[in-house]
C-alpha cells in the first residue's frame, strides 16, 4: 500500500518500506532513516552541503496480506528507483566538474591573451637589450626564441601532468558497485 499522506497519519509503530531499507516510525510520527543523503537514501532534491541527492517514491506499508506479486512489483519498482537515482547522482557530480572545468578553462584563457601580450612585449625587450650589448640582433632574437621554446615545452609537461589527474565520478562508481555487491548476495 503506498502511503500518501503526512507523517502524523501514520500508525504508532509502522514498518515502512524505502529504497534506502526497512524504517519505524519515531515517537513523533517522522521517519528519522529518510534524512541522510549517502548512497542514494537522502531526501530533497538539488544539492545540500554540496551532496547531490534525489527524491524518494512514496513509502510503502506492508502487512501480513501482500502478495508475492506485490512485493516481486514493489522489489521491482524499488530497483527501478535505484537506478534512477544512481544515474542523478552521475549527472549531478558530472555537472559539478563541468562547471568548475569551465570556470577554470576561462581564466585559463584569459590568463593566456594577457600572459601572451606580455611575452611578446618582454621578448622584444630582451632582444633588444641583446642587441644593444654588442650581438648582432639577429642573433639576439634567436637566443631569445630558444628561450621562450624551453619555457614552453616545460610549461606542457606540467600542464599535461595535470590533466592526467583527471578522474571519473568516484563517489558514483563506489555506490553503484556497493549496490551490486548487494543485489548479488540478496539473490543467493
Known amino acids: 500500500m503506498i502511503h500518501s499522506g503526512s507523517a502524523a497519519e501514520m500508525p504508532a509503530d509502522p514498518l515502512?518500506?524505502?529504497?534506502?531499507?526497512a524504517h519505524r516510525a519515531g515517537e513523533d510520527g517522522q521517519d528519522a532513516g529518510m534524512t541522510t543523503s549517502d548512497?542514494?537514501?537522502?531526501s530533497g532534491t538539488?544539492?545540500?552541503g554540496g551532496t547531490p541527492t534525489t527524491d524518494f517514491p512514496p513509502l510503502t506499508r506492508r502487512t501480513a496480506d501482500d502478495t508475492l506479486g506485490a512485493l516481486v512489483a514493489d522489489a521491482s519498482r524499488d530497483l527501478s528507483s535505484l537506478v534512477r537515482q544512481e544515474i542523478a547522482l552521475a549527472k549531478a557530480e558530472v555537472r559539478v566538474d563541468v562547471k568548475n572545468a569551465l570556470t577554470g578553462g576561462a581564466m585559463f584563457g584569459a590568463a593566456a591573451f594577457l600572459g601572451l601580450l606580455a611575452v611578446v612585449l618582454l621578448s622584444?625587450?630582451?632582444a633588444l637589450f641583446l642587441a644593444w650589448l654588442g650581438l648582432e640582433a639577429w642573433l639576439a632574437f634567436l637566443i631569445?626564441?630558444?628561450f621562450f621554446l624551453l619555457v614552453a615545452g616545460v610549461l606542457a609537461l606540467v600542464g599535461k601532468r595535470a590533466v592526467s589527474k583527471v578522474g571519473p565520478p568516484e563517489r558514483t562508481i563506489r555506490t553503484s558497485k556497493d549496490t551490486a555487491t548487494f543485489l548479488k548476495k540478496r539473490g543467493r
Open 16 to 21: 515502512w518500506i524505502t529504497p534506502g531499507g
Open 39 to 42: 548512497n542514494g537514501t537522502g
Open 46 to 48: 538539488g544539492t545540500s
Open 124 to 126: 622584444i625587450t630582451l
Open 144 to 146: 631569445v626564441t630558444v
